[in-house]
């Protein structure tokens, strides 16, 4: 018998600002640092504490995998207590739609005793992972089937590591995951890239910085090559950072509103690759600053155009496009044909649905370009898409009647993100 389905939640009437919003907000920690800090803290040589863990389901589904490998993780509160066991099991692994618990998980479960399984969401199965795994069994490991989920690691304990070389133009998150791990094998692992220009380039950054802190010798002095040297990862306590990608729709809606929107403790110095809003939302018209008291946006009176190359910061395509949809002048967004293969194809998806508003949207192979048109209400489909559902909600609170579909799929990376956002109206 098949089990009933839940009935479709309702589009979501997206709340239109009545004037210029004024909001102060403290927003929900990082999921890039959540997840490399769990993982970390599981492969290191003693117990840690993840302080201000994000609660979302990817960094849930991180903390799963990394209990069901064999370390003990406490969710109970905001910080997360890590006891690192032994790898010593047979275990599956559910990535849903995350990238970082996908291309991260894997070099690690290579260490364990067991076989790993792991599988995802219906759309996770499209997502790239294959080079990864390509580099894993260079390196010793033996994964099967394919290149693609879902596949399992078959652990024997130890992997024997060294020199791999690898195409990251597809996702900076493959060498992420390679260096995450690299300590931990017998001859760490010397990565090299070979193929277009690595996007995210601030992702690798952050895994690099966090690695020596952590104790690990790394090797990034060749912008292609990233070398991490055998040896233990001790365990750091963590203070997770508020998560500065999932700022955007907060600060595009003062940039929307002509409002003031202040997002509390936003650091002076950060690997974050969302700390390129500043420049961004600059270039649009906005005045910002940062003080002790966080980053303060505030709206002009009206929106500029923009040309600007998102490559090292992709994940803000879908806010900064909302942005170019409702701006005065033409904009371009360049660099980012690698979001094709985010949680959607986010170029084709953003295309659509902004287009369905009323935008004059140009997809191009590898970004996206907009004439200045006036928008309208609709249903604006979200593609279980977290930061979808944050463009159609910016696109929101300027037009009147905008309905997003699915707005819970936000839950991947901030809880409760409607109801946060409908608290700032
Ligand atoms: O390492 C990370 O935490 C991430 C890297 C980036 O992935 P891509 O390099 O695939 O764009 C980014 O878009 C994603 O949201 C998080
Ligand atoms: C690309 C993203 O996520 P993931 O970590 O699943 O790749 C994102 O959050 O924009």
Redesign the pocket.
């Given at each position: 018998m098949t089990a009933p389905t839940a009935p479709a939640a309702p589009d979501w009437p997206a709340p239109r600002a009545s004037g210029p919003v004024r909001a102060v907000v403290s927003l929900p920690g990082s999921?890039?640092?959540t997840?490399?800090a769990l993982l970390l803290a599981a492969l290191a040589g003693g117990p840690s504490v993840v302080r201000r863990a994000l609660r979302s389901r990817d960094t849930l589904l991180m903390a799963a995998a990394l209990t069901a490998l064999g370390s003990a993780v406490d969710t109970a509160g905001e910080d997360w207590a890590v006891a690192p066991g032994p790898f010593d099991r047979d275990a599956d692994v559910d990535c849903g739609l995350a990238?970082?618990v996908m291309?991260?998980v894997p070099p690690a479960a290579a260490l364990s005793g067991g076989t790993v399984s792991f599988d995802g969401d219906p759309h996770m199965r499209t997502r790239p992972i294959g080079e990864v795994l390509a580099a894993l069994r260079s390196l010793g490991v033996d994964v099967s089937p394919g290149d693609s989920l879902p596949f399992r690691v078959h652990g024997t304990g130890s992997v024997r590591g060294g020199h791999v070389v690898i195409d990251?133009s597809?996702?900076?998150?493959?060498v992420?995951a390679l260096l995450l791990a690299g300590a931990r094998y017998d001859e760490g692992v010397d990565v090299r890239h070979d193929g277009k220009p690595?996007?995210?380039l601030p992702?690798?950054d952050?895994?690099v910085a966090m690695l020596r802190k952590h104790g690990v010798e790394v090797d990034d002095s060749d912008p292609h090559r990233w070398a991490v040297a055998p040896g233990p990862i001790r365990a750091v306590d963590h203070v997770i950072e508020p998560d500065l990608?999932n700022a955007a729709p907060f600060l595009a809606l003062a940039a929307v509103t002509g409002g003031t929107v202040n997002v509390r403790d936003w650091p002076g110095s950060t690997t974050q690759?969302g700390d390129a809003l500043r420049e961004i939302l600059t270039s649009f018209g906005c005045t910002v600053e940062r003080t002790d008291e966080g980053l303060t946006v505030q709206g002009p009176d009206r929106l500029s155009g923009i040309d600007v190359d998102l490559h090292d910061?992709?994940?803000l395509t879908p806010a900064v496009a909302a942005l170019c949809a409702l701006a005065d002048g033409p904009s371009h967004l360049r660099g980012v044909a690698?979001?094709r293969?985010?949680e959607t194809d986010r170029l084709a998806a953003l295309a659509r649905e902004l287009g369905g508003l009323g935008a004059d949207v140009t997809e191009h192979p590898d970004g996206l370009s907009f004439r200045p048109a006036p928008l309208h209400g609709g249903v604006f489909h979200t593609y279980a898409d977290h930061r979808m559902a944050h463009a159609g909600v910016v696109v929101g609170a300027a037009v009147e009647g905008v309905l997003v579909e699915d707005v819970a799929t936000t839950s991947k990376t901030f809880p409760d993100f409607a109801g946060f956002w409908s608290g700032l109206f």
């Open positions: 999921k890039s640092l997840n490399r990238g970082t291309r991260f990251a597809a996702s900076s998150q493959f992420s690595v996007p995210s992702h690798i952050m895994t990608s690759a910061h992709g994940e690698h979001i293969g985010h």
